[in-house]
Structures are given as structure tokens and as C-alpha cells.
């Protein structure tokens, strides 16, 4: 009997075989929502059963004592934070360390991938205690929220003034540097006004890559708790078909690169620096980036207590083979 299977998740490109049906399960019946925004719970959502989660979050649920979704450790969404630090073109700021004691902007104060930006600096040794940080939208097209998120601190973490939007603020100097996940419109091209901090981003993150050991993870797939209890094979098979979208997308991006003049560069560069299971799912591979982030957490003040990677995942799947033969422990 198949089943069907309800899933929201970001348009990544590399999940463009699922979508088309080039990768299936003989199992499952899935109905794919790309979403703009991720899903706020995916655990008492009716509209779907599994989806793309912020690790952030679903931490933070964890701590609380929340059951209803069942987190599976495939990091849907990894990346380096180091390029997501960005300032003016004339600033003087080359080096992370020279954060310390400006202004920084943030587009949500306890975003995963804002959490591992701020860990990135805490690396360079600047703590949120070592500088001032502001919490906004990133430009004008995006909405007024708050992002502090019960968060703030007076003096230390605050709204971005007026709610003006962040890339007007760093501009006009109001701000030194702004973290964001994406970056705006304006920032590409030959005129642009903003740059990265970092100068060339990609060796300071392949330094500290070869000190830590993985590519932080920002967003997971969850399941729904009952769906998962109901059918205790279906999170390793649906893990095991994102595992099997990405090795096929990466195969034909490799033979159809002529999508954008240099991409076969930034294969080739990911295939010579980087081991071939950087990305690779499941709860081993990824125990200590699992057990860094939870340590960040805590540091960072958005859990209380120290969690550790059994208590994020104490339903951890039983890897038994690629069939979608699969065992949920309790």
C-alpha cells in the first residue's frame, strides 16, 4: 500500500528530481509544496505531514518538552556563515575580530543560520557581549516582525532603529554590518555599494572547516510525531529520497554546466576541498556539528539548558539498509 505523504519544503534545486519524479519510493505517494516560508509547526499543521524545519527551532521545542514533530538528522539546508556577513564597500573591515564592538544587524535574532554566524564570530573570540546588535527586516520589500523573539536585551539586542530596513541603516553608517542568509538585489553588481566582510570568504570557511569538521546545518526534516509512530519506516525513506535527489542532481549539474558561466569551478572546488560525505545524512555523520550547535544554544542563551544530540534526537533511525527497512526506536 503506498502511502501519501504531504510535504512542504524550500525550492532547492537539488530536490528538482524528486519534484519531477525522476527519484520515487514504491512506498510513498508524495505531494511536494514548495514553500517560500517554512512551515511553523509541522507537528500540529493539517495541511502537512512532514517538512523543512529549522534546526533553531525545533531545538528550542525539544527544550520545552515538545513531541509532536519527529526530527530526522538530514540537514535539508547547510552552508558556511562566514559569507553571510556583509558591510559598505569603503569600510575598513576585513577581519571578523574587528566586529568587536559595532553595530551589527541581524535578520532574526534566533535564526539557525544566525546562530551559527554568531558562533562563527564567538571563533574569532567576539561574543554577543562584545558588541551591539539589531534585529530587522533586510530592505524595504521585506515585512515588519519581531525578530527578537522574546530575545531582546535593552542596550545589547534591540529593533533595528525605527524599523528601518537593515541595508538602509548600513549605508548610512548607522550599522557596521548586517548577517543575512541571502543576500538583497542590491548587492550584485560592478556598483554595487556592499561587499562581504571577509574578503575571500571561501578560505577562511575552508579553514574552519578543517577545524571543525563538517558544514553547519540550518534547516532539517521533520516529521510529524503520530504520522512517524503510525509508519516507523517512512522518516528513513523519506531521508534516504532527498539523499538520492541530491547524488542525481549533482551528477547532471556535473554534465549540464553550462548553466551559469563558472559553475564547473565551484563543482570542482567543492570535489578537491572537500570530503565526498561532507554532506552526508543520518545521526553519526553528523553527531558533533549536531552537539556544537546545541552547545551554541545554550552559550547564546535561546535554550536554557545544554542539550545534547540524543535528547534533539532520541528517536534516532536505524540505518538497516536503502530499502526503506526502518526502525524508530522510542
Request: hydrophobic content about 40%; overall charge negative; aromatic content about 10%.
Amino acid at each position: 500500500m503506498r502511502i501519501t505523504v504531504r510535504l512542504a519544503v524550500r525550492d532547492w534545486d537539488y530536490l528538482t528530481p524528486l519534484v519531477l519524479g525522476d527519484v520515487s519510493s514504491d512506498r510513498l505517494d508524495l505531494k511536494i509544496d514548495r514553500v517560500g516560508t517554512l512551515v511553523s509547526s509541522i507537528g500540529t499543521d493539517p495541511q502537512y505531514d512532514a517538512g523543512e524545519i529549522s534546526f533553531s527551532r525545533y531545538a528550542g521545542g525539544r527544550a520545552r518538552g515538545e513531541t509532536d514533530v519527529l526530527g530526522v538528522p538530514n540537514f535539508i539546508m547547510r552552508g558556511f556563515r562566514h559569507r553571510c556577513i556583509i558591510t559598505v564597500k569603503d569600510s575598513p573591515i576585513t577581519r571578523l575580530e574587528q566586529l568587536a564592538g559595532k553595530k551589527i544587524g541581524v535578520t532574526g535574532w534566533r535564526d539557525s543560520g544566525n546562530t551559527w554566524t554568531r558562533a562563527a564570530l564567538a571563533h574569532a573570540s567576539v561574543g554577543i557581549e562584545d558588541a551591539y546588535w539589531y534585529a530587522g527586516r533586510l530592505t524595504e520589500a521585506h515585512p515588519i516582525v519581531d525578530r527578537l523573539d522574546g530575545f531582546g536585551r535593552p542596550g545589547r539586542i534591540e529593533a533595528a532603529p525605527g524599523e528601518r530596513p537593515m541595508m538602509e541603516l548600513l549605508e548610512t553608517g548607522e550599522l557596521d554590518a548586517v548577517f543575512t542568509p541571502f543576500m538583497p538585489d542590491s548587492f550584485f553588481g560592478a556598483n554595487s555599494s556592499f561587499r562581504h566582510v571577509l574578503p575571500d570568504f571561501r578560505a577562511e570557511e575552508l579553514s574552519y572547516f578543517r577545524e571543525v569538521g563538517y558544514v553547519p546545518g540550518m534547516h532539517l526534516l521533520g516529521v510529524k510525531a503520530s504520522f512517524a509512530v503510525e509508519y516507523p519506516w517512512l522518516a528513513q525513506e523519506l531521508s534516504d529520497l532527498f539523499d538520492e535527489s541530491q547524488r542525481v542532481w549533482l551528477n547532471k549539474r556535473r554534465k549540464y554546466a553550462d548553466t551559469t558561466p563558472w559553475i564547473i569551478e565551484e563543482l570542482g572546488h567543492v570535489a578537491r576541498d572537500l570530503p565526498q560525505g561532507w554532506n552526508e545524512s543520518g545521526f553519526t555523520a553528523n553527531e558533533r556539528m549536531i552537539a556544537d550547535f546545541a552547545e551554541q544554544l545554550h552559550v547564546q542563551g535561546l535554550t536554557p539548558m545544554l542539550l545534547t544530540p540524543t535528547d534533539l534526537f532520541p528517536n534516532e533511525i536505524s540505518r538497516s539498509s536503502k530499502t526503506g527497512r526502518v526502525g524508530v526506536s522510542a
